[in-house]
């Protein structure tokens, strides 16, 4: 029998996006990016409460103008994740998920196996737990749009990067290539935790902020899945996402 676990689910979200300044106001389906990431993350039905964690009083009135609960942060943080834990200290909880706002097509085919780990035989390893998609296509694989992932026989993470990874000198060697999709569930006090330490150097080249879990040692449980990982990151991502919400 599983043991009970409050889990909610925090939407980091800034309007100032370095690569596409907007883009979660941007329009998808007659409703900015951000509101369908709450509406299909709140439809998945995993969540005790879900958030989204904001510095722009223009996300917190789209969300909240469409009927969904918001919490204004300081605008100074470095990621999603030191701005979800501004949040979490004072809300009850056991299990976070930071579900991006420029992932509007989270479903909870996607959720469900990232918690399913916090009951597994592993579960007081990890400190949190994610999700990797195969690429195929040599142009996603080379994006640096597209964080690629590794992992060890246990499918804990061994290191996330921007660049092709890993390089395929062999290619006789059978081999699939994953994509971190931007889901991580964190222990709360984990998320705390990380908050609290110091950015190193490998985070900081690469602007992926859970390689500073790995740099502390910390250990990232990775789920696979094979749903199509669509993130916003330009605007030939949005029109993609466009197409795919209207199939």
Known sequence: ???????????????????????????????????????????????????????????YDAVTAAGGKALMSREDHECGSDRIAEAVVSIDCDIVVNVQGDEPFTTREDLAPVLDVFYGEDASQIDLASVMTPLEDEADIKNPN???????????????????LPYVRDREVALT?????????????????????KMRALEAAEKIECIRFLEYGKKIKMVRSHNVAIGIDTEEDLEKARQLLTK
Do not use: W
Request: overall charge positive.
């Open 146 to 164: 597209n964080v690629k992932v590794i992992v060890d026989a246990m499918d804990y993470a061994l290191y996330f990067s921007r660049s092709p």
């Open 177 to 197: 290539i994953y994509k971190h999709k931007g889901i991580y569930a964190f222990r709360k006090q984990a998320i705390i935790d990380f908050s609290l330490l």
């Open 1 to 59: 029998m599983k043991t009970s676990l409050k889990i909610i689910a925090m939407i980091p979200a800034r309007y100032a996006a370095s690569r596409f300044p907007g883009k979660m106001m941007k329009d998808l389906g007659g409703k900015p990016v951000i509101v369908q990431t709450y509406e299909s993350t709140v439809a998945t039905q995993l969540f005790n409460d879900v958030y989204v964690v904001t510095d722009s009083p223009v996300i």
